[in-house]
């Protein structure tokens, strides 16, 4: 077993000892709990201190505040609009100090210590490079410069206890005309980290179809890719990104449940695309939080998610933005026991889905399952 699988990530030692019993569902045992992430994007999980240090360094003034406690709930405000549209607006500050090499560096390295520190043993965490090259940067830099920042945060991480494997998702913005040459770059770094590709960006008017070289691209190299889909538009865009694009995976896919009915009895009935969705276990990047902010859903409890789960959906839990969402992975997870009841063993599912669904070698995956995922709940399970 490699050193990045090691059962280190459970860190036994941090279950709550003032819990009635040691496997207790308190926010504090839930961090210790080992955890997979697929969907978060790095230039939604700055720390807000951090915004305004960057932004100092490099001469940005336009934040809305210098004060790190105001800047962050300003985020989390903003994002609380119920748009996409202003939602997306949010990042046009983050990716302000995101602009150098230092900076790159710097949130990369945090990004991984941070998710470690909440018990994320694996992630895929994207960003769009053509989004960072205001200052000079070329394409291959701003890759290789997050990149140094994951292994950076990840050796900080392992040195606290807290073992990691984070790997990169290159983002192509769905608005502009640079998918082929991101897909490139994703073939290129590939045997240094990168994972796969995706594209993002407002969904109406931007269907994936228009990025149909760079899927077909990518398939001709046996490269994996996912597609923002059914979040900000409805069952035709998850339509075109899986039957068009060959999606392997949905980004958020909450729209999905448009395709689901109730009969007479309040028996469920999947339609054509929502059964070919479970039949083939294509999994479903969801984020609770993230979907009450942009309009997706109205609560946790009424969230899509909860129905999926119960129809046996490939569901998978992650953060999306955990700035704008003042969320983390132990949060959403929280968030689910409080609205649905879940116990640990759904916990773990999740999880288990999302292992499955990453874009890893089978082996490694087996891996982190089999002498960190399991170990690691069953510890918790009694």
Excluded at 86 to 107: C, I, K, P, S
Excluded at 130 to 159: I, K
Excluded at 190 to 195: F, I, L, M, P, Q
């Amino acid at each position: 077993m490699s050193s990045s699988s090691s059962p280190q990530a459970l860190n036994p030692h941090a279950l709550d000892p003032h819990a009635r019993n040691p496997q207790a569902l308190t926010t504090r045992n839930i961090i210790a709990a080992p955890k997979v992430l697929l969907h978060d994007h790095l230039d939604g999980g700055l720390r807000p201190a951090t915004i305004v240090e960057l932004a100092a360094e490099c001469g940005y003034h336009q934040l809305p505040s210098t004060d790190p406690v105001e800047l962050g709930r300003w985020f989390v405000d903003a994002a609380d609009s119920g748009s996409l549209v202003r939602y997306l607006e949010t990042f046009d500050h983050t990716v302000a100090v995101m602009q150098t090499r230092e900076g790159l560096l710097r949130v990369a390295s945090e990004c991984a210590q941070d998710l470690a520190a909440d018990g994320v043993v694996y992630a895929e965490v994207r960003f769009a490079p053509e989004q960072h090259l205001e200052r000079g940067l070329t394409l291959p830099q701003v890759v290789q410069a997050v990149l140094d920042g994951f292994q950076q945060g990840s050796q900080v991480a392992a040195r606290n206890g807290r073992t990691i494997r984070l790997r990169a998702l290159l983002t192509a913005m769905r608005q502009f005309a640079r998918s082929r040459e991101i897909a490139e770059l994703v073939v290129a770094f590939r045997d240094k980290e990168v994972a796969g590709f995706d594209i993002a960006g407002a969904e109406a008017g931007y269907p994936p179809s228009r990025h149909l070289d760079a899927f077909e691209y990518l398939q001709r190299k046996n490269s994996h890719f996912t597609i923002h889909a059914g979040e900000g538009f409805g069952l035709p865009s998850i339509w075109e990104a899986i039957q068009w694009c060959g999606a392997e995976r949905l980004g958020h896919g909450v729209r999905i449940v448009d395709d689901i009915t109730f009969d007479d009895q309040q028996q469920p009935r999947l339609g054509l695309l929502a059964g070919y969705v479970r039949d083939r276990r294509i999994p479903l990047e969801m984020a609770p939080t993230s979907n009450l902010q942009t309009g997706a859903a109205q609560s946790i409890a009424t969230h899509p998610i909860g129905l999926l789960t119960d129809l046996g959906f490939r569901v998978t839990v992650n953060t999306d933005n955990r700035l704008m969402s003042g969320c983390s992975m132990s949060s959403e997870m929280d968030a689910l026991v409080e609205a649905f009841g879940y116990g640990w063993d759904k916990l773990q599912w999740f999880t288990l889905n999302a292992m499955k669904s990453a874009f890893l070698p089978f082996d490694e995956r087996l891996d982190l399952i089999n002498d960190v995922i399991k170990p690691g709940y069953s510890a918790l399970m009694g």
